[in-house]
């Protein structure tokens, strides 16, 4: 069971590089391309698992995303909102299938000019397939997301435009005091997620983020996680595939997982918090 979850994401992998390979054979790119110099965020993120039925879980999760200022890293201003809520089916322990909606609110960052607009919504349809597997005494994560999203610019006579994000990200969690996942645990997180787009917008630039991060977590009890990290992030800019934008994030999390059953069976440890 486990060398065919290896096999679906070698060829999901596979797939996105054959993609992106294929949209980068243009003669017009440039013959350099720019690096710019990294941002510094902070993430805050709240992640519910809400487990309704024994197979049935609502997913509600809302993250704030802060972005430095000329003054103030990290936290200097208020950058997005999310609201991503979801159902999803535990098909057994390995598998879990969601499906739901996301509305991100994106904030000015930049000087606002008089024909533009502080804040623009962002609408997104997304489905995930995530696979659980026990390795030892640590858990490792495949999980593959695409999201359907709309968004525009600040301007005001700007349009939204449609793009698709093709996901997948590899994740351990290693136990460090406890010999597993169970609570008073801590453990550390490491995870790198690949995030490729397209859509009639994404001429030259497919690689839209390289996600890097560490996280270090605390199993407070069955329903409490703590966590925190930091992420490094590059990727292309949509407007210019030639520009390349770095971002340090610190990631704060809290994942709690509420049982609304009446029963008492607990939620299986291996997506206490995924």
Do not use: C
């Amino acid at each position: 069971m486990q060398n065919h979850h290896w096999y679906r994401a070698g060829i999901f992998i596979f797939a996105m590089l054959f993609f992106w390979q294929a949209q980068a054979q243009d003669p017009d790119l440039p013959k350099t391309s720019k690096l710019k110099e990294p941002l510094t965020l902070l993430w805050v993120n709240t992640y519910g698992n809400i487990r309704l039925t024994d197979r049935l879980f609502w997913i509600a999760q809302t993250h704030f995303r802060f972005q430095q200022t000329d003054n103030v890293p990290f936290a200097g201003q208020i950058a997005q909102v999310y609201n991503r809520h979801a159902i999803s089916y535990l098909y057994s322990k390995a598998l879990r299938i969601s499906l739901g909606g996301v509305l991100r609110v994106n904030f000015n960052t930049d000087d606002i000019l008089p024909e533009e607009r502080t804040a623009v919504p962002e609408w997104r349809i997304w489905h995930q397939y995530q696979f659980a597997m026990p390795l030892s005494r640590l858990m490792v994560y495949h999980r593959i997301r695409i999201e359907h999203r709309w968004s525009k610019g600040f301007s005001e006579q700007s349009n939204y435009i449609y793009r698709n994000r093709w996901r997948y990200m590899l994740r351990m969690k290693i136990p460090l005091n406890k010999p597993k996942l169970s609570p008073h645990a801590i453990y550390v997180a490491p995870e790198a997620e690949i995030i490729m787009q397209s859509g009639k917008a994404v001429v030259d630039s497919p690689l839209e983020d390289l996600r890097l991060t560490t996280t270090l977590g605390y199993i407070v009890n069955p329903r409490l996680t703590l966590a925190g990290g930091m992420m490094y992030s590059i990727g292309q800019e949509l407007t210019d595939g030639a520009i390349y934008k770095q971002k340090w994030t610190i990631r704060l999390h809290a994942y709690f997982t509420p049982d609304w059953r009446k029963v008492k069976n607990k939620l299986p440890d291996i997506h206490r918090d995924e």
